[in-house]
């Protein structure tokens, strides 16, 4: 899941990429945490941290439990990150985090890792003191995708005049490409292009 609270503290304009990871890393390139052991969790026993540190497919277990078992978390949607709960229940948001597992990579993730690429979209503005924001990001996805070709990059928007709904942007670009995903067993190219496949708009 691509969760907001990893970027609450971005300096504005927030912009979020979301990466999805190839399943098949293992120990050591990556271990799995039940949770956000990193923060202020009130889940987690800080006494016991090494109890918490998981072998990636003993985390894939755990969490395919946790989903079965735990009556706050109803279906794997509820977990993986539901944009019509995130925007209707104040808490649930703010909580996720306290019980979505989390993949760790040591030092970084490769780019061979990577299967696709959430890449906000945003166009050119003026700006209210009348200069340009000069928007370089079309360049930079096409030099993305020249240096990267087997990485999937799928668009979602994102323009700045929306920057106040940045998170449930990266929420529902998440959720749908990945639903799309799922059912078409290929990524979209774009995440309005999911959602209106899904949504049979």
């Known amino acids: 899941m691509h969760n907001p609270y ?3 503290q971005d300096p ?3 912009r979020p990429f979301g990466i999805f990871i ?3 890393l293992d120990f050591p390139e990556s271990h799995g945490a039940p949770c956000d052991v990193a923060q202020k969790n009130p889940l987690v026993d800080r006494k016991n941290l090494d109890k918490y540190y998981l ?3 003993d985390l ?3 969490k395919s439990h946790q989903i079965i078992k735990d009556d706050e978390i109803t279906d794997f949607w509820y977990y993986y990150g539901d944009p019509e709960r995130w925007e209707n229940d104040d808490n649930y948001g703010k909580n996720i985090y306290q019980k979505a597992g989390e993949f760790r990579y040591y030092h970084q993730i490769k780019p061979d890792s990577i299967v696709a690429i959430l890449w906000p979209f945003f166009t050119d503005i003026v700006l209210d003191d009348g200069s340009i924001d000069m928007n370089e990001n079309l360049d930079l996805m096409n030099a993305f995708k020249k240096t990267f070709p087997n990485i999937k990059v799928i668009m979602y928007k994102h323009d700045v005049e929306e920057e106040y709904n940045w998170a449930i942007k990266l929420v529902e670009a998440s959720y749908y490409s990945t639903k ?3 059912e078409k067993g290929k990524f979209p190219k774009d995440a309005d292009f999911a959602k209106n496949e899904i949504l049979n708009i």
Do not use: E, Q
């Open 6 to 8: 990893h970027r609450n």
């Open 12 to 14: 504005p304009p927030v």
């Open 22 to 24: 190839k399943k098949d």
């Open 55 to 57: 072998l990636p497919s």
């Open 60 to 62: 894939r277990i755990l």
């Open 180 to 182: 799309y995903y799922l």
